[in-house]
Nanobody, 126 residues
Framework: QVQLLESGGGLVQAGGSLTLSCTTSGGTFSRAAMAWFRQAPGKEREFQAAIRWSSGETYYTHSVKGRFGISRDNANNTVYLQMNNLKPEDTAVYYC???????????????????WGQGTQVTVSS
């Protein structure tokens, strides 16, 4: 069974940086894309960034463009989220997701992803 495990969350001051990692274990699948979502208390889970596994093409939600960077390590089946200039409104649980390649291909949709991690807490203090 495929499992995703996030790490790297924590407490950081506004303006600081964190790098999240997501590793895959427990099985193999044809990985089409991986992504990061976040969920703040009382809010829905929201798309942040995605990376197309074969090409490395990246996609971001508007609010994090220029501050967040998603990257991948193909050999180790790991995806990263570099987060810079963090703001208190970035406080949330961050989830890693993996897609095996279903359709339609809409990277911002939760339903596009078959596998999810348990999440890692990111707290940004002002």
């Amino acid at each position: 069974q495929v499992q995703l495990l996030e790490s790297g969350g924590g407490l950081v001051q506004a303006g600081g940086s964190l790098t999240l990692s997501c590793t895959t274990s427990g099985g193999t699948f044809s990985r089409a894309a991986m992504a990061w979502f976040r969920q703040a208390p009382g809010k829905e889970r929201e798309f942040q960034a995605a990376i197309r596994w074969s090409s490395g093409e990246t996609y971001y939600t508007h609010s994090v463009k220029g501050r967040f960077g998603i990257s991948r390590d193909n050999a180790n089946n790991t995806v990263y989220l570099q987060m810079n200039n963090l703001k208190p409104e970035d406080t949330a649980v961050y989830y890693c997701a993996a897609a095996a390649g279903g359709t339609p291909v809409i990277y911002s949709l939760l339903s596009y992803y078959e596998y999810w991690g348990q999440g890692t807490q990111v707290t940004v203090s002002s």
